[in-house]
């Protein structure tokens, strides 16, 4: 790594999804994110599943927004074609175990070989691109990075990945936030070292920047000082390993309990601790932490 520096790279999932996104939020979030002076990573949903239509027909407002927040430093990836459950992967048990992951548990258990012999890496492209040219067309710029939605992952789509994109963020370093999601508060952190971080990121050598867990997740006041905990273990560790530590979040469910004070005490947190350790933190997007780690 450069320097000293420590990058803190905060993203935001499910710009564009019906149910999920509001645009009132989003640009609450954007105020925020000015406020905290935090450059972020939001992911947008290309297709809307429901009608079918381009994302810039159902949300016409949408990417002049986009356009001007990329102006102030945020950058756009992509998150997915339509947001379903199976388009490029198969979700990993740590989501379908939610529930209201039922259907989908039942479904990818029962057409496993089925989804595996679909999710080849020609037919990854072919979507990946599908989605890609829609977003861009609508956007006006190139969209370089990537992230599968609720975390699906298969070979075809990383080989498709290390292919056609500069990065990707589809994988998970902390599951441990999973858990809390199931109410199963007593199951400790998973310890986060350097073995796991290569394990994870091989999937995409020098383009794989795995996000540590959302952990604002629609959060409540009685679980939110043991899911600070748990943030600030991440943080920590991610400090000493000397890998980005990467949040995620969601544009309406960040806002549906505690999640923006959650985060406002989070960053606080990081600027002691990297003052502490005689580090220089940079909340920058995953665009700018991919190029830092290929240069």
């Known amino acids: 790594m450069p320097n000293n ?18 645009e009132s939020n989003f640009r609450k979030l954007l105020a925020f994110f000015t406020e905290e002076k935090v450059n972020a990573t939001f992911f947008v949903v290309p297709v809307d599943e429901e009608t079918d239509k381009p994302f810039n027909e159902v949300f016409p407002e949408l990417p002049e927004i986009i356009r001007e927040a990329r102006q102030n430093g945020h950058a756009f990836g992509q998150h997915g074609i339509r947001h379903n459950r199976f388009e490029l992967g198969i979700p990993p048990a740590m989501v379908l175990d939610l529930p209201h992951e039922t259907e989908n548990k039942r479904f990818a258990e029962t057409h496993k070989q089925e989804l595996e012999a679909e999710h080849t890496k020609e037919n990854c492209l072919k979507r990946l691109k599908y989605g890609r040219d829609i977003l861009e067309k609508g956007l006006g710029f190139a969209v370089k990075g990537f992230r ?146 290929n240069n």
Not at 9 to 19: F, I, N, P, R, Y
Not at 189 to 214: A, H, Q, Y
Not at 233 to 239: E, T, V, W
Not at 267 to 283: D, I, N, S, T
């Open 148 to 293: 599968a939605p609720a975390a699906q992952t298969s070979d075809g789509m990383f080989a498709a990945l290390r292919e056609a994109y500069d990065f990707d963020s589809s994988t998970c370093f902390q599951e441990t936030g999973w858990d809390y999601l199931l109410d199963k508060l007593d199951v400790p952190p998973r310890e986060l070292d350097m073995e796991r971080w290569k394990k994870i990121t091989s999937v995409n050598p020098g383009k794989e920047f795995p996000g540590s867990c959302d952990y604002t997740w629609f959060l409540p006041a009685e679980r939110y000082n043991i899911t600070m905990k748990l943030a600030k273990h991440d943080l920590d560790a991610c400090m000493a390993l000397d890998v980005p530590f990467v949040t995620v979040s969601h544009v309406d469910p960040v806002f549906n309990g505690e999640g923006i004070r959650f985060l406002r005490e989070l960053f606080q947190y990081a600027r002691e601790k990297a003052k502490a350790m005689g580090k220089e933190l940079v909340f920058a997007n995953l665009e700018t932490v991919a190029e830092k780690y």
């Open 5 to 22: 520096e420590f990058y803190f790279a905060v993203t935001v999932d499910d710009v564009a999804l019906q149910g999920w996104y509001s």
